[in-house]
């Protein structure tokens, strides 16, 4: 079975410093790996994703994320956050099969301080 | 930008009441999905729906729930008899290839059982 830990809760940060958000998985098959973010009071958007190819993904607002197979991770990062970065980030994995149904991880607050 | 929407925003109902959540997928998608985020914990996915029929489905996902694409457009999620548990914020997805493919998320429903 698959899963994705995501060992912060809340990472509270200043603003324009550097972020890092961790997320490790376990899947014994290919997995594709996503990011999504969650505003206040909104639904979930899609920042980035990996499916096969670079290791290194960009997606928008200026994050991007590493894959690393041999430490199953697939952390987030930004090297200068904004205060309008606030908001809840999800790490989800998915087996690529016929259904493609995510299994999310707990989800870090990201909480950027003036 | 084809956006997945969902209605109502929030709704309440009594215990024990059926209640009927409605979603509108991207016009071109041929897989959708339910997921829940009980509060303060991680998104739980429910069920999956391809060919009129659900393709895959959780152990959350028991006799009390169901789903239906009664017009071709439109996507449902019934709770047949709500528990108190059952509050929690759902959220519809839909992707058009079940593979290796993004789901977009609509903003959800806030279900809030008294």
């Known amino acids: 079975a698959q899963s994705v830990t995501q060992l912060d809760s809340q990472v509270p940060v200043f603003e324009e410093a550097p972020v890092e958000l961790r997320c490790n998985y376990s899947s014994s098959v290919s997995v594709y790996l996503f990011w999504y973010v969650q505003y206040p009071n909104q639904g979930l958007q899609l920042l980035l994703k990996y499916l096969s190819g670079s290791t290194l993904v960009k997606g928008i607002n200026g994050f991007e994320a590493e894959f690393n197979k041999s430490q199953t991770s697939f952390h987030l990062r930004k090297p200068s956050v904004h205060i309008s970065d606030t908001a809840e980030y999800f790490c989800a994995v998915s087996d690529g099969g016929a259904t493609n149904k995510l299994i999310f991880g707990t989800g870090t607050l990201l909480a950027v301080q003036p | ?114």
Not at chain 2, 28 to 42: D, E, P, V
Not at chain 2, 57 to 83: A, C, H, M, W, Y
């Open chain 2, 1 to 114: 930008e084809p956006e997945v929407t969902q209605t109502p925003s929030h709704q309440v109902t009594q215990m024990g009441q059926e209640v009927i959540l409605r979603c509108v997928p991207i016009s071109n998608h041929l897989y959708f999905y339910w997921y829940r985020q009980i509060l303060g914990q991680k998104v739980e996915f429910l069920v999956s729906f391809y060919n009129n029929e659900i393709s895959e489905k959780s152990e959350i996902f028991d006799d009390q729930f169901s789903v239906e694409r009664p017009d071709g457009s439109n996507f449902t999620l019934k709770i047949r008899s709500t528990k108190l548990e059952d509050s929690a914020m759902y959220f519809c997805a839909s992707s058009d290839r079940g593979m290796n493919t993004e789901a977009f998320f609509g903003q959800g429903t806030r279900l809030t059982v008294v």
